[in-house]
């Protein structure tokens, strides 16, 4: 069964694009009008020193990796892809286009590391605002932190954070379209008009996600409750759509604002589900999709009111409609034979999830001395979730509160000289979520109504120094907490059990780290080294039932250990060379000793079996590298030619703890996946033309629970630029 597309979000979608393009060519012909009074004028020669944005982030006192997007704007690769070339990182996903993913970060993974759109926390922008939706086209970098936050990213992030920085260019317009394997599409629109003169500004994106996602993979079909023989099936149930626009207007470069934006989001998505937690676990009829619309207004002014005193804050209102859809009256197997079902293929529901949310977030930051500087921040999001389901309106459960209060504060000290800066700071993290709990007796189904109120304290510090004028040092140590998110909490009604008894995580993380630069005329190397130290508590994991049904939940389950290293070497020659190489090895251990359980019964404690073990499903050695060459002037004096090859390795783990029993098999092969793409920019990149091949050898690619990924694949991309 192939997805249906919704005639009213493609229509969205069509009215979406064609606004914005208008939209994009006004803003065009204005700025040429502007600019027409410096058509005559000559400029004298002007000879600019300094470091780039993205240099000066990485040389900061925080373990930070900085990817230029512009370099990858005329890839297909969403920001999931971009980002698994870094070093430390793993995206595991479940699937092709749209699919579930666990995004991982030196050991730390899925809400344990932060999301951030130019600084603003990204916790409930709802499914189809994440990493493998967006396109590389709507950055201009992304700055990866590992371990110690900047204090004006103000969150509750246990080991790390990612900070999508959108692009800032005045005037611009940047529409691309593209198609490959598995009837998949991409499109995507980005524009920027500032009027020079009075400030009024612009800003517009929106893309489109659409696939089939009907590549094959290896299954053993149940047919008759008996297992049958290894098989190549084409997936027949994992259709996906999305869709974004974003619109922000307002005044930018004013005496009283750098920066006064409202916005307006708006994105949906229609998915099907094909399997569960694991391959065995096939559906032929179960979808899910959602919606959200979020207002919101942006503030930010450099010296206000006096010098050296900077002030910016972001406020939103998220509504999020996530709807499940299971009343099939079959259940379905890998060959599309059905048997017969009352009760959906896992369970007869149309639940609906209201979800509301109010962010805000405010950074103050006062300059008391030429060296000195001091900041505050405060994040504070209330969530709130109200069920339906009209296959089971009569559920108790629908009538306790779901509610989620969080609130971060941080205050900070820096100093920063000529080859030295430091950092100083301080966190308050502040939870309270009312929910409710099972007291159920003899399969007597009761509940009673519960709340969580915590307050932790938080504490670190960052440094930075030049050795030489090429080589930097780096320290920083935290202790720092991260509270449970809505979904760990609440569930999701469809991937997810609740867990309302899960507490914060907290955890100490050490990093040292060294940067080398060196350039030679027109050759250019870097080096990058570093090595992590993490002392969790209460970390908060998925657990799979390995028993029917099988399902996840989060858990916390005590002490993990993690040491690792990770490095990275890349060089360049002029502008035709670029080769980059980095691995990463992990050591994450389960420390805790005993496991303690509490019931109606009472408490039970019991040797934890896994106790000073590698935690399962859990990649812990993993490499990339890259190889691109460009060839200018190619049928043209203004077109070029670029070349790129790319290898992710990933050696092969355990999903079970492998201790247990003889002969565990239950693990993830080594991989390998080849990738190729050829660019053709014409006219100094006003058009371009490129041509990609995922995964060339056609390998089995897995992930979590060895959920299989797709083979090879063939992308085609268009895309259009102009700029003033």
Known sequence: MKLTVSLKLQKSVFYTFFTLSILGSIAHAQSLDTLKSFKNQKLDEVSIAGKTVGRAAKEQAFNVNVIDAKKLYNSSADLNQVLSTTSGIRVREDGGVGSNFTFSLN?????????????????????????????????????????????????????????????????YLDVSYGYGSFNTHKASINMAYTNLKNGFTVRANAFYNYSDNNFKVKVQPIVNNQTTPEQEIERFHDGYQSATAQIEAGLTGRKYADKLLFGLIVSGNDK????????????????????????????????????????????????????????????????????????????????????????????????????HTIAYNITKAIFQRKPSDIEDADNITFKYPQKLNKSVMGLAWQTTYNNFSATAFSKLYLLKANSYESISVNNNPEYQATSTNTDNLGYGAATAYFILPTLQAK????????????????????????????????????????????????????????????????????????????????????????????????????????????????????????????????????????????????????????????????????????????????????????QLGNGNDDLIPRQFAHNLMATYILNDGKYNISLECRNIGNNDLFDNYKLQKPGRSVFLKLRYFISK
């Open 475 to 658: 320290a920083s140590y935290e202790h720092t907490y991260r509270l449970p998110e809505a979904t760990e909490l609440l569930g999701d009604g469809l991937y997810y059990r609740r867990n309302s008894a899960l507490k914060p995580e907290k955890s100490d993380n050490v990093n040292l780290g060294a940067l080398y630069g060196l350039n030679l005329k027109n050759h250019q190397i870097n080096l990058e080294a570093n090595y992590i130290y993490r002392k969790s508590d209460d970390f908060i994991r998925v657990d799979q039932s390995q028993v029917q049904p099988i399902d996840r939940q989060y858990i916390n389950i005590g002490k993990v250990t993690t040491n690792g290293v990770e490095g990275e070497i890349r060089y360049s020659w002029m502008d035709k060379l670029t080769a980059s190489v980095n691995m990463t090895y992990q050591s994450i251990i389960d420390k805790e000793k005993f496991i303690t359980s509490t019931n109606l019964s009472g408490t039970i404690t019991s040797v934890n079996l896994n106790h000073n073990y590698r935690i399962p499903n859990m990649p812990y050695l993993f490499g990339n590298a890259d190889l691109g060459y460009g060839f200018n002037k190619v049928a043209g004096s203004s077109n070029r030619l670029s070349l790129n090859y790319s290898l992710n390795f990933v050696q092969k783990y355990y999903l079970s703890p492998n």
């Open 272 to 371: 099907d589900i094909q399997t569960g937690v694991t391959m065995e676990q096939v559906y032929g009829a179960r979808t899910t999709n959602s919606t959200s619309l979020i207002p919101s207004l942006k503030y930010k002014k450099i010296n206000l009111f006096v010098k050296g005193l900077d002030l910016s804050f972001y406020t939103a209102y998220n509504t999020s409609r996530n709807n499940f859809i299971d009343t099939s009256s079959v259940k379905y197997n890998w060959l599309q034979e059905t048997v017969s079902s009352t009760g959906g293929e896992s369970r007869l529901s149309q639940l609906k999830n209201k979800d509301n949310e109010g962010l805000f977030t405010a950074n103050l930051a006062y300059q008391v001395a030429s060296h």
């Open 107 to 171: 050991g730390f993974s899925g809400r344990q590391v932060k999301f951030f759109l130019d600084g603003i926390p990204m916790d409930n922008f709802g499914s189809s605002l994440t990493l493998n939706n967006f396109p590389a086209n709507m950055s201009e970098r992304v700055e990866v932190y590992k371990g110690v936050l900047p204090i004006n990213l103000g969150a509750d992030a246990l080991g790390g954070a990612v900070n999508i920085i959108t692009r800032t260019d005045p005037n």
